[in-house]
């Protein structure tokens, strides 16, 4: 199966005022007026002082824009359904992590890393990078990318940077309060072990044994964001890569409706880090850890396996091509990445299932009132790193 694979993409700001409020608001759909009504008043504080972002193109929100590479979506039609357009976002419209973002009551969306500057960083950075992996040679094939090590890296300039801002004590507080979202690894598959013709890992590792490897990197990543005062921690699966409209295409399914040998593989990944939130849940008790899952039931939506935008040989949409009309009843909109509308159903679920096969031990919305029901006395224990000597290069 693994020689078929082609090199693809996969991860494969707003000013506030009365007016822009407004029309923050007209983004919203009526069911999430109701969970905001749920979970708070609209004008209240987010839930969570902050929020940071680490992954690839499914969270990336124009840090690839300036990069020599082909993982970057700034132009038409990507972007049709969001307010700026084009912004780097790999859908149509918002990404999961906006979304998540919205329901944690945020007035703005979070800025890349690419171009955040001053005070804003203290509401939080997106890092994610199209392309991107656990592993530093991950997608490369397809040019400059930002590793999951290389944002680490970023992060730890933003960290040095609110030190500066706000002194080291209060810096250290507020970052224990921040939660911080990782959706990576998906690459890993997708831009390495299914590449035979640019990797070698698929002759190096059983998939057992790839899985094994990747979660030990993916355990010291998080370790190295823990040491840099992270105490909150949402970390996403990397779910059912054989269902893509690509991965259709390329193997075909014997009948099924995905490729099941690239699930079943994926899967290994997903249960290898569940077990990994129970490690750090019970070794790192002071802070919390917990697994999202990125898939979800497709009830609703009558186009499961085709993409909306028209597909060029490099599997991004073709620019400026007319995409499909009815985008709200596509799971996907290009041949890896999913539509606004998928989007919101899988954010809507990892902020608020109760189902420990979605979110384990606890979702989103509960995460974030852990911090709210813990703001006591914080001992100053000032814990950035000296250098980058505790990331993993």
């Known amino acids: 199966m693994a020689s078929k694979v ?9 000013s506030f005022s009365i007016s822009s409020r407004s029309w923050w608001l007209r983004l919203l759909p009526v069911h999430f007026l ?7 008043n609209i004008n209240a504080e987010p839930q969570v002082p902050c929020y940071f972002i680490f992954g690839d193109s499914l969270s990336d929100n124009g840090n690839n824009n300036n990069l020599a590479t082909t993982a970057k979506v700034n132009y038409s039609p990507y972007g049709i359904d969001f307010p700026k357009g084009p912004t780097g976002r790999f859908s149509n419209g918002r990404t999961m992590q906006d979304f998540i973002v ?10 890349p890393f690419a171009t955040v500057s001053g005070r804003e960083i203290l509401k939080g950075v997106n890092y994610a990078s199209g392309s991107a992996g656990i592993l530093n040679e991950t997608g490369e094939q397809v040019g400059d990318r930002i590793s999951m090590n290389k944002q680490l890296s970023n992060h730890q300039i933003t960290v040095s940077t609110i030190a500066e801002i706000l002194g080291k004590c209060s810096a250290s507080k507020l970052l224990s309060k921040c939660m911080y979202a990782v959706q990576i690894g998906s690459n890993d598959y997708i831009n390495n072990y299914f590449v035979p013709d640019f990797y070698n890992t698929s002759r190096l590792y059983t998939p057992q044994e790839y899985a094994a490897y990747l979660i030990e990197q993916y355990s010291l990543q998080i370790k190295t964001l823990y040491n840099n005062g992270a105490r909150m921690f949402a970390l996403f699966g990397i779910g059912s890569i054989g269902c893509t409209p690509n991965a259709i295409a390329t193997y075909g399914t014997n009948g099924s409706a995905c490729v099941e040998e690239m699930n079943h593989i994926a899967q290994l990944f997903d249960d290898k880090l569940i077990s990994l939130v129970d490690e750090l849940n019970s070794n790192l008790t002071d802070a919390k850890f917990t697994y999202l899952n990125p898939s979800g039931t497709t009830n609703g939506f009558t186009v499961t396996t085709a993409s909306c935008c028209k597909i060029g040989s490099d599997q991004r949409c073709i620019p400026d091509s007319e995409p499909c009309a009815n985008r709200s009843q596509y799971v996907f909109w290009d041949a890896f990445h999913p539509s606004e509308a ?4 899988i954010a809507i679920g990892a902020f608020t299932s109760q189902s420990s096969t979605e979110a384990y031990p606890l979702n989103i919305q509960n995460m974030a009132k852990l911090q709210s029901n813990n703001e006591g006395d914080h001992d100053c224990q000032w814990s950035v790193l000296a250098d980058d000597s505790h990331v993993i290069m």
């Open 6 to 14: 082609r090199p693809v993409l996969l991860c494969i700001c707003l």
């Open 34 to 40: 109701l969970l905001v009504s749920i979970t708070g």
């Open 102 to 111: 919205q329901l944690l009551e945020f007035e703005e969306f979070i800025p």
């Open 342 to 345: 998928w989007n919101e159903v």
